[in-house]
């Protein structure tokens, strides 16, 4: 017994461990109610990102400062050319990566990162500094590296300047002190992230996350026991069994601690011995083996089980329905590699807010890593001895070059890996497909938050226009509404996710919730009355509220001047953007107006006669043929894609609509269009209008327009969801 807890006192590794599982464990028992300790979670990630920038600066400028210029050349360029063709490897792999990823429908609501404008990539910027401090006062990872290796390069050629170098030598030392100290709060920190993951992330989404931890282990364990061990073997006259004989155990410790630096000793000294018994040179023993400098000089540089992490990106942008187009991958590899200098979970915060990734996926990043860890450790420890094993040998010249057994060995691992990838693709895809589920969740929404609304007529029946003249009266409207107790709203079906029947049968969505608002605070009984489908001119719209049908009519109206004519409008209290629906695949060819202005042949169909977005869009896309149909929407999202190219609406009701037809996409072509709307009312109801006006200045102020936009344009439905399966709540009942 005394050995256990002496073991369970020593070994942090198993502390981090027993966290992890307790943290898993108070997750399934307390449920949402650990959401609390992800405060603690962040904090101690943030301790551990404090040095990490100083850290960089100092331990580069130190590892070049004190090589020499003769040292540093063969080692710069030999070892780099190893370290570049160990990246080029990872870089395959991370571009094989997405093709494993099932295919599993998924679709998302809408999201202001589709609208936000586009922004490009300064590569100057990013990796060479103007100004240093302002680099590193802001996370820009690439440029900090930059810079450290200009000033650890320019030591090499400054004479008596072991000082200094130990200055910075010290420097190091010390941060690495900071991060082992926080190390120790490891054991907590990793309890609350656990604990918090577990509690809040729900079973549907633990489903999709187990694709990413099975293609990163099958992975890591061909990289680690074949391409890696196998290379040595192609280019050196070292046998493959007696590598793995050397390394199997430093990589079982690796894998078991998920801690590189506790093997590195062994992995020098097996190395050394594997290069000895191949060395025919002779080279003299009390000369410094190049391993002895490469080795320690590589931890200034990514591994490959480092850079393995950077496949969560491409992951998380699936995982949200919006996978990396193959022009972003230039950018994506570039950007990972140099940020991977530093912190992978500072690296990882940078990339997802490149891409525009929702910058919540961090936490279920970090969450992952808890698994994923040990498989990056155990490549990251392979990577060392192959780094080192070739860099020697190159410098020493043991390098043998046999053309066949290279072509032999490129040929059966690029076969492996497409074949792990494609595995794992169709074992998810055919024996355990996701149930997609997001078009129910519209589908069953409720009023948010109108719980109790007052009784409403719901009338289905769609009311005969036959005079589109104005009712003259001399009663003013507003009067007419007061004296009959009674406001009448003409709305449009199935104009998601603005005014729908839910599966319940309930008349939903959020101009009808803000006519409930409405209604509610002005003391009125409520009337809904149906829109014709068909009714898309301003006039006829008109004909509607002129016509004493209907006092408000709440499909949301672009304004224009054509429109003023016929009716008045509240102000503009939202805006809708120009938008195509496409099949997923063509997302790319729709990105930029500029582009889709070189097109020929070019379809769009528009499911209105709406005057004003036809002439918007023959300005922008004056090549373009409009086909304006009275179809549908639901019918042109099933239609023959010969038809048509894309099908034109706004953002915010095309991502409602890809929702209920994932095999849709949605693209937002920059620069974004924006438009202006608001709700039509009766000519001449001046009262009216003002009233509106001034009810809906004071529902922007309270947030409720924000509030109900945030629940049903962007989904954001975690008010109404069940509490997430918890012992204490669903076994025990010990709470409600």
């Keep these: 017994m005394r050995k256990v807890f002496k073991t369970l006192k020593s070994s942090l590794a198993l502390k981090v461990l027993i966290g992890f599982i307790l943290g898993i464990l108070a997750g399934l028992f307390f449920g949402e109610m650990t959401s609390v300790l992800g405060v603690v979670g962040l904090g101690y990630i943030r301790l551990f990102q404090m040095p990490v920038i100083p850290y960089i600066l100092v331990s580069l400028i130190s590892g070049l400062g004190k090589l020499d210029f003769i040292a540093a050349k ?13 990246w080029m490897i990872v870089i395959l792999v991370l571009i094989l990566i997405p093709f494993g990823f099932p295919s599993w429908e998924s679709a998302s609501f809408f999201s202001d990162s589709l609208i936000e404008p586009e922004r490009g990539i300064n590569f100057l910027d990013l990796f060479l500094p103007s100004n240093p401090f302002h680099a590193m006062a802001n996370t820009i990872i690439p440029s900090v590296v930059t810079f450290s290796i200009a000033v650890g390069l320019a030591f090499i050629f400054i004479p008596e300047k072991s000082v200094v170098i130990e200055v910075f030598s010290k420097l190091s030392d010390s941060l690495m002190l900071i991060t082992r100290w926080v190390a120790k709060l490891a054991p907590i920190g990793v309890f609350a992230i656990a604990a918090n993951a577990a509690g809040t992330l729900r079973f549907e989404d633990l489903e999709r996350l187990q694709v990413y931890i099975v293609l990163q282990g099958c992975i890591a364990l061909v990289l680690s026991f074949w391409i890696l061990p196998r290379l040595i073997t192609v280019l050196t006259p070292i046998k493959y069994q007696d590598i793995i004989d050397s390394v199997k155990n430093p990589l079982a410790t690796a894998f078991a601690t998920a801690n590189l630096l506790v093997v590195i000793p062994i992995l020098v000294d097996n190395s050394q011995k594997l290069i000895e ?53 230039p950018t994506f590899l570039v950007a990972g590699i140099a940020g991977f200098f530093a912190d992978g979970t500072l690296a990882t915060t940078f990339l997802l807010n490149l891409f525009k990734i929702p910058a919540d996926m961090l936490t279920l990043y970090i969450t992952v890593e808890i698994f994923t860890a040990r498989f990056g450790t155990l490549v990251a420890a392979m990577h060392t001895v192959a780094l080192g094993i070739l860099a020697t040998c190159a410098i020493q010249g043991l390098i043998v070059i046999r053309r066949k057994k290279i072509i032999r060995f490129i040929i059966s691992s690029i076969l492996l890996l497409i074949l792990i990838v494609g595995s794992v693709h169709f074992v998810y895809t055919y024996f355990f497909p996701s149930n997609y589920t997001k078009n129910q969740l519209l589908s069953d929404l409720p009023l948010l938050r109108v719980r109790n609304p007052q009784p409403a007529k719901v009338s289905q029946t769609i009311p005969i226009i036959n005079d589109l003249a104005e009712q003259e009266t001399e009663t ?15 709305y449009l079906r199935n104009d998601y996710p603005f005014s729908y029947f839910n599966s319940q049968g309930d008349l939903v969505g959020l101009d009808i919730e803000m006519s409930h ?62 938008a195509f629906v496409i099949k997923d695949y063509k997302k790319e060819q729709f990105s930029n107006w500029k582009e889709l202005q070189k097109r020929k042949n070019l379809k769009l169909a528009i499911p209105a006669d709406v005057p004003y977005y036809i002439a918007k869009l023959k300005g922008l896309l004056p090549n373009a043929e409009i086909l304006i149909t009275k179809r549908e ?31 849709n996409g949605i693209a937002v072509p920059k620069p974004v269009v924006s438009i202006p709307v608001g ?32 629940y049903w344009v962007q989904g954001n439905i975690d008010s109404i969801k069940k509490p997430r399966w918890s012992i204490i709540r669903d076994v025990l009942h010990w709470v409600k």
């Design 517 to 578: 608002i409405l209604a509610r605070e002005l003391g009125l009984k409520l009337e809904f009355i149906p829109l014709e489908y068909t009714v898309n001119d301003r006039k006829e719209m008109a004909a509607y509220l002129n016509g004493n049908y209907c006092d408000l009519l709440i499909p949301s109206i672009a304004l224009t001047p054509q429109a003023a004519e016929v009716a008045q409008f509240t102000h503009s209290f939202s805006k809708r953007t120009l």
């Design 277 to 329: 018994s191949i060395n025919t040179k002779n080279v003299r023993s009390d000369q410094e083996s190049p391993l002895d400098v490469i080795i320690p000089a590589s931890f200034n540089f990514p591994s490959m089980g480092k850079l393995l992490s950077l496949g969560f990106i491409p992951f998380a942008a699936w995982y949200v329905g919006s996978p990396l187009s193959p022009t972003q991958y």
């Design 74 to 86: 063969g080692i710069f360029i030999k070892g780099g050319v190893v370290l570049l063709s160990l």
């Design 476 to 490: 003013p409207r507003y009067e007419q509404i007061k004296t009959n107790n009674l406001l009448r709203t003409c």
């Design 679 to 710: 709700y039509m009312l009766p000519k001449n109801a001046n009262t009216l209008t003002d009233i509106i006006n001034v009810w809906l200045d004071l529902k922007q102020e309270d947030g409720t327009i924000q509030s109900l936009h945030n």
């Design 633 to 663: 929407i639901e019918d042109l999202l099933v239609a023959d894609s010969n038809q048509f190219d894309a099908l034109v609406l706004p953002a915010e009701n095309a991502a409602a609509w890809t929702i209920l037809y994932p095999s």
